[in-house]
């Protein structure tokens, strides 16, 4: 079995609603999918979600990658991942959300070739069924209050709070307001988005030290490991990255100056599913929590892939967060299946889902 074609298309998916952050407001999601198939037939699907302030990629540039490396990958065995990623990594370097694209696909033309769901193909199913981190992000305290509200009626047992977006005590207490509403026996994280300095990120560890929450990440830029751990030092809550990874040295290097006692993991960042799995290998020797995500707003494929990570690392105890639920229309003929703010991880071949290419389409862009 052999790659046929690698096709990248962008594609501009609709959002039930903005999501306000510190570096900026999310609108519409804006990806990049691949469309790869086998000689055989066989059609596997990867996304990556527009990131750049985290990975230096727009949808531009993903197409490009994309487009550049297809040439040189045509014809290698599909059933090679690891020989077909080291292939593009020495003709491309970095890029690595286009190249998770890629990545993706290949694992799930894989499954669909063999029968087998990805998470066979990776280090085997630990769990079937997780909870999804829901995101709290309006900016506005009395909204978030209500939004909170809601979704614990609706049996979300995990949150993340935007925050970054104002001075940090305002912050503070919008954080405060929602941790109250959501009480004991969730998980409670906020994220600033590098949003703060460090005098303002130690602000609000100090003026949130007495609330539920569990954790705070990437309170400042994700290049000042010092900074993080000066603010990781000040805290009493523990203290998470995300845009300052992606690579294992990043791994080594917050553990080892004690900026952070875990990580946000993304195949945007690290380049694909396989090395998602290895990163979170690493956390569990470091002693690291791991929190597995979706960019946003990624569609039910990028999910899918997330959830068959979440189904066989070693631990998720930061959460996984999915956000195809932050979208108006998704491109999966069934959509994954929520019930009561948890996901199961989708049975099948491959990735488990099928793509709506009608819908894959009617979304496309020119690029």
């Known amino acids: 079995m052999k790659i046929k074609r690698i096709e990248p298309i962008a594609v501009g998916l609709p959002m039930l609603k903005p999501v ?3 570096l900026e407001e999310v609108r519409s999601a804006n990806n990049t999918l691949v469309r790869l198939e086998t000689d055989d037939g066989v059609v596997g699907w990867g996304e990556a979600a527009s990131a750049p302030t985290m990975t230096g990629e727009t949808v531009e540039g993903m197409v490009a990658a994309v ?4 040439p040189l990958l045509e014809g290698m065995p599909a059933d090679g991942i690891a020989a077909v990623m080291a292939r593009a990594n020495l003709y491309l370097y970095a890029n690595h959300a286009a190249k ?4 993706m696909a290949l694992h799930d033309a894989l499954g ?7 998470h066979d193909l990776l280090g085997g199913k630990r769990r079937s069924r997780v909870s999804a981190l829901r995101m709290i992000g309006s900016g506005n305290a009395d909204a978030d209050v209500e939004e909170a509200k809601r979704r614990k009626a609706e049996g979300y047992v995990a949150y993340k709070i935007k925050v ?3 001075d940090p005590l305002e912050d503070a207490e919008r954080t405060r307001r929602v941790c109250e509403v959501l009480g004991n026996g ?3 994280c906020a994220d600033a988005n590098q949003g703060w300095s460090v005098q303002q990120a130690i602000a609000y560890v100090r003026a949130v030290e007495d609330t539920l929450l569990d954790f705070f990440e990437q309170p400042v830029a994700g290049d000042d490991i010092d900074g993080m751990a000066k603010v990781a030092r000040a805290s009493r809550i523990k203290i998470g990255f995300d845009e300052g990874l992606h690579g294992m040295e990043d791994l080594h290097r917050h553990h080892e100056a004690g900026a952070a006692h875990g990580c946000s993991l993304k195949t945007i960042k690290l380049g694909g599913m396989k090395p998602v799995y290895d990163a979170a290998l690493l956390c569990e020797s470091l002693g690291m929590k791991v929190n597995l995500a979706c960019k946003i707003a990624e569609s039910g494929i990028a999910a899918a892939a997330m959830l068959h990570l979440a189904a066989t690392v070693p631990s998720v105890d930061w959460g996984v967060s999915l956000s195809n639920q932050y979208l108006a229309d998704d491109v ?3 959509p994954l299946r929520f019930t009561g703010g948890h996901v199961e991880v989708p049975a099948g071949p491959g990735l488990g889902i099928e793509v709506d290419e009608a819908k894959v389409r009617r979304y496309a862009s020119e690029r």
């Open 20 to 22: 306000k952050m510190s």
């Open 67 to 70: 487009r550049y490396l297809a």
């Open 100 to 103: 998770s694209t890629i990545e």
């Open 112 to 118: 669909r070739a063999t029968g087998k769901p990805v």
């Open 164 to 166: 970054g977006v104002a």
């Open 186 to 188: 969730m998980l409670i």
């Open 332 to 334: 999966l003929k069934e």
